[in-house]
């Protein structure tokens, strides 16, 4: 079993900066590519970021360039440091945990082992 913790949400102003952590007990996130996903009110849960255990990284068109995703194995966390913040970026957002191969990363969050109960990211304009 893994238990994921978020923390770092809060609201900001456009243009602003938070970082995202998920903290994680239970086991140690190097075995599993991490994926922090997304949901506003009335839209679909979408991926944000994800890392490979590799530690190659993907993102979504929406957020290249404005967010990364980092991990640090020592502290079974993983971040997500978003820049540039846009009323848009508004929703909850929670990471998850997959058991998976060096290189996958899966892009669907029913595709994940665990998860966590997110944290709420609100961008006033």
């Known amino acids: 079993q893994v238990q994921l913790v978020e923390s770092g949400g809060g609201l900001v102003q456009a243009g602003g900066s938070l970082r995202l952590s998920c903290a994680a007990s239970?086991?140690?996130?190097?075995?599993?590519?991490m994926g922090w996903f997304r949901q506003a009110p009335g839209k679909e849960r979408e991926f944000v970021a994800g890392i490979r255990r590799s530690g190659t990284t993907d993102y979504a068109d929406s957020v290249k360039g404005r967010f990364t995703i980092s991990r640090d194995n020592a502290k079974n966390t993983v971040y997500l440091q978003m820049n540039s913040l846009k009323p848009e970026d508004t929703a909850v957002y929670s990471c998850?945990?997959?058991?998976?191969?060096?290189?996958?990363?899966?892009?669907?969050?029913?595709?994940?082992?665990?998860w966590g109960q997110g944290t709420q990211v609100t961008v006033s304009s």
């Open positions: 998850a945990a997959k058991s998976t191969a060096w290189s996958s990363l899966p892009r669907v969050i029913d595709e994940y082992d665990y």
């Open positions: 239970g086991r140690t996130l190097s075995n599993y590519a």
